[in-house]
């Protein structure tokens, strides 16, 4: 008996709980003083109350479970990217046999960066106890998401016993970061018109007349690459893949300061630049490795194979800007991973002689250096200052503001 009382006491809320207890009480001594029919038949109707309200309270929602499915319009429902959303199914099983009016149930979505949005619904569940929720989450930004444990609330009938379950449905993903199509990159043109040392180590990634196999068609490719007989076999689009003059192997260094951004946003687009130009080099089948200076330095060697690329993305979902000390120091701990000869390009907010100090160090070890400029999309300054003092040491740079400007700038298009 007293096991029982404990566990109503458990699911009911107290004042509540001795309120019933106290009727219950009442009628059990109106049955031993008064008797009779009214009073027994009383006493039962309350007894059958609090043995419902411990019954529900021990089961229902206690012992609910369930399971979650994402969908997306993309392939991949658990691989996405920023900017888009998922749709959430989740299918709630409550065992028991007492009817539920409705449940309300509780769901937490966390990103890695701490970030989290609270998502409560109700709904009513069927007479065995199923119940479906469907709801979206809002636009998603780069990074891993996981869905916490799931909470579920209900009351008794009477309004008087709230109970409470919770159980854990599987539900992560990753988003991955924003990305542009890059058509062309002036850095591997014979023509890029360059001064300094730098124009004597340019190299055209032109493509040879010779023909190295078929491929997917890739959004960009020009109506005379498209292989018709491959497309009308195959009933998808192909294109013809040429093999390519060779070319100085790219290392994309990411700046990842805690104090060189404004704000996250700018943090983003600088994340969004790297993620856009290893696009770039999957496409035109350029060896681009990748180098994060975050809390830890992290690189990535140069190579053309698309699985080594996606390792890179993949990398670029978890960095949060963690990163402390000069660039200097951190580059040093990577030195040897860096092929002579290659280009050198620091994504980087920072201007001045940090980045000064930087590219320096990377010509002094047989690397040809450049500079994206991520500005601060508030700043006044657009960055001209600072590309004509680079431009005077013979070192390209380029000035970007904003994610949809990036193919004109590299490409040497005006920005509209």
Known sequence: MRSILAGAAAVIQPRKFMGVLAIWVITLLYVLFQGGKTSFMLFIM?????????IGGLGGVRRAKGTRSLYSEQDKPDLLYAGGYLRVKLNVNIPGFLPLPYVVVREILKRHNGESWVFEESLVPSLRGRGELLFQTPVLERG???FESTDILSEDIFGLMEHKGTFKAEGRFRVLPRAVVVPRWQLYE????????????LQSRRE????????????????TRIHWNATAKTGAWKSKEFEHESVPRTILVLDGSAGAYYSSGQFELAVSIAASLLGFGIRERIGIGLCCLDKDTKVFSPAEGSAERQKMIQYLIDINAEGRGPLITRLDKAQRMFPKGAYFVLISPQSGKPVLDTLRWADSRGLTPSHIHVRNPAAKNRGEEWAEVLKSRGITSYNVSSLHELPAVLGGDPVR
């Open 46 to 54: 309350v007894s059958v109350l609090i043995l419902y309200l411990i």
């Open 144 to 146: 891993c998401y996981t």
């Open 190 to 201: 014979r023509r890029a018109r360059l001064s300094g040392p730098q124009a004597s180590l």
């Open 208 to 223: 040879t007349t010779q023909i190295n196999g078929v491929r997917d068609y890739v959004y960009g490719d020009r109506l």
